[in-house]
């Protein structure tokens, strides 16, 4: 792999993981407009039972989401480059929520349009959260 190419990776790379961390604050602002400006205009959010993308994504996140309610943390980040598409994995906790503690992954689809990477498919898998006794 050429030089130019290994910095360009490590680039991307960078700038993914910079894209799941800008989804972490907008989810914490409360945000709407920079978080759908993270997604591809095609972008879809999937959960259990859900999946969803522009208008009827947008709808769930203002229905869903008030400002300072949660703090996602994302961690232990994998991905997969393929020129201008990624895949890849992270994790998130998050200590609150109106739920209660949430924790879970995230598998994504990231493309990279006009310069800059954004989620083309981003999917949350729960797991159960121990209560506390």
């Not at 993270?38 to 859900?50: C, I, Q, S, V």
């Not at 349009?113 to 729960?126: D, S, V």
Request: with cysteine; aromatic share 12%.
């Amino acid at each position: 792999m050429s030089l130019e190419a290994r910095i360009r990776a490590l680039e991307s790379r960078n700038e993914i993981m910079e894209l799941t961390a800008r989804y972490a604050q907008h989810v914490t602002s409360g945000d709407i407009d920079a978080l759908m400006d993270l997604f591809t205009p095609d972008g879809t959010f999937g959960a259990p039972e859900k999946r969803l993308t522009g208008e009827a994504l947008r709808n769930m996140l203002v229905n869903d989401i008030t400002p300072g309610d949660r703090v996602p943390l994302v961690v232990n980040h994998i991905i997969d480059l393929l020129d201008d598409e990624a895949r890849g994995t992270c994790s998130m906790y998050a200590p609150w929520s109106p739920y209660g503690p949430l924790c879970g992954y995230y598998k994504d689809v990231y493309v990279c349009n006009t310069g800059r990477w954004q989620f083309k498919e981003r999917w949350f898998t729960f797991f159960p959260t121990p209560i506390a006794t």
